[in-house]
């Protein structure tokens, strides 16, 4: 029987087995704002893109009142701001102009948030795209960076995702004071000897641990501290996942 994963469950995997074990469990924590921002700008993208006539207003709101969304099930409604994060009434105007930029571009996307799964073997691979746009992949990307770095585990999967070599594009929203869209191609996913070598070397060995029951704690990461796991106190209090 083939095993579903998806990109998102990989690359927590390869970041920290244990914060991914915890992620699988019935815990309710808390998230950041910039994962809360991050999930409304998608879904205020992709409704606009799909014609539906809504504002960010709307979209952020019920995010920003802690009520838990439909595939939400482990946040608990409390959002933790960092001082980078911007106050919700100044995200809003942002969203709002990032999407009327998107919007105001000569071409419009042939489809949006597309869910697929293939089959590869004994593991069956399921993810979302956010759009085919000029006969490419596309995902939408947020960052308060001024360098983006193109995740080609993800761009990967999801050229894997559409059946094979596959044209694939980041459309980076730069959080600056005004919108800023930068389009990143990445070439890896028009190579099949690279995306054999993704499904051989890193989506079946992360399968197998997965399996195996390998959860041990990622404590080198850099991502490994209070501010940016919600797991963090409570990995310290029960000790690692073996």
Not at 31 to 39: E, F, K, P, V
Not at 40 to 58: D, I, N, R, W, Y
Not at 176 to 192: A, S
Request: charged residues 20%; aromatic residues 12%; contains cysteine.
């Amino acid at each position: 029987m083939a095993l579903n994963i998806s990109y998102s469950s990989i690359s927590s995997y390869l970041i920290c087995p244990a914060r991914y074990y915890y992620s699988k469990q019935p815990i309710q924590v808390a998230r950041s704002a910039s994962l809360i921002y991050g999930a409304a700008f998608h879904e205020l993208l992709a409704k606009s893109l799909s014609g539906q006539p809504v504002t960010a207003k709307q979209v952020l709101a019920p995010y920003l009142t802690g009520k838990p969304k439909e595939g939400e099930g482990n946040w608990n409604g409390r959002i933790v701001y960092s001082d980078k994060d911007w106050r919700p009434d100044v995200m809003e105007i942002w969203m709002q102009d990032a999407v009327s930029l998107v919007l105001s571009l000569p071409t419009k996307p042939q489809a949006v948030e597309m869910k697929l799964s293939r089959t590869i073997g004994d593991i069956t691979l399921t993810g979302v795209i956010d759009a085919l746009w000029g006969g490419k992949l596309v995902d939408f990307k947020f960052t308060a960076s001024r360098f983006f770095k193109a995740d080609l585990l993800q761009a990967a999967c999801y050229a894997l995702l559409n059946g094979g070599p596959s044209t694939f594009q980041f459309l980076v929203f730069h959080r600056d004071k005004t919108p800023r869209l930068e389009p990143i191609t990445v070439k890896e996913t028009q190579d099949q000897q690279y995306l054999d070598w993704t499904v051989n070397w890193v989506i079946r060995p992360t399968v197998k641990a997965i399996e195996a029951g390998n959860f041990p704690a990622n404590r080198g990461h850099n991502l490994c501290s209070q501010e940016y796991c919600s797991y963090w106190d409570i990995c310290r209090k029960t000790g690692e996942i073996r």
